[in-house]
Nanobody, 127 residues
Framework: AVDVMESGGGSVQAGGSLRLSCVAS????????LGWWRQPPGGQREWVAA????????HYADPVKGRFIISQKNTKKMVYLHMDNVQPEDTAMYYC????????????????????WGQGTQVTVSS
């Protein structure tokens, strides 16, 4: 089994920065995928960014390209989400997820039903 835990959420003003952390534990596999999804108030969950361990590939959803960066800390099965120039529309509950691999097709992470999810961390951006 795989467990995932996030940290680092909080409140920030528009234009500011925030860093989220996620660590995975358990049997993740050699080229597993660790990344971020978010769910805004009253909205649907959408993916944000993903990173492949073993290969180092990164993937981003269009709304965050150029503003968010996902980076790895290989020794600890950890990823960071560096969020710059955040905007009110970035307000959401951010979830970390671990999957056997990053299946990104047509700009979307097709996450497996067996993926492991964290409890989420809230990010609130005020204007």
């Amino acid at each position: 089994a795989v467990d995932v835990m996030e940290s680092g959420g909080g409140s920030v003003q528009a234009g500011g920065s925030l860093r989220l952390s996620c660590v995975a534990s358990g049997s993740t596999g050699p080229n597993f995928c660790l990344g971020w999804w978010r769910q805004p108030p009253g909205g649907q969950r959408e993916w944000v960014a993903a990173s492949t361990f073993g290969g180092g590939d990164t993937h981003y959803a269009d709304p965050v390209k150029g503003r968010f960066i996902i980076s790895q800390k290989n020794t600890k099965k950890m990823v960071y989400l560096h969020m710059d120039n955040v905007q009110p529309e970035d307000t959401a509950m951010y979830y970390c997820a671990a999957d056997r691999e990053c299946t990104v097709i047509g700009g979307h992470w097709l996450i497996a039903g067996s993926a492991a999810w964290g409890q989420g961390t809230q990010v609130t951006v005020s204007s």
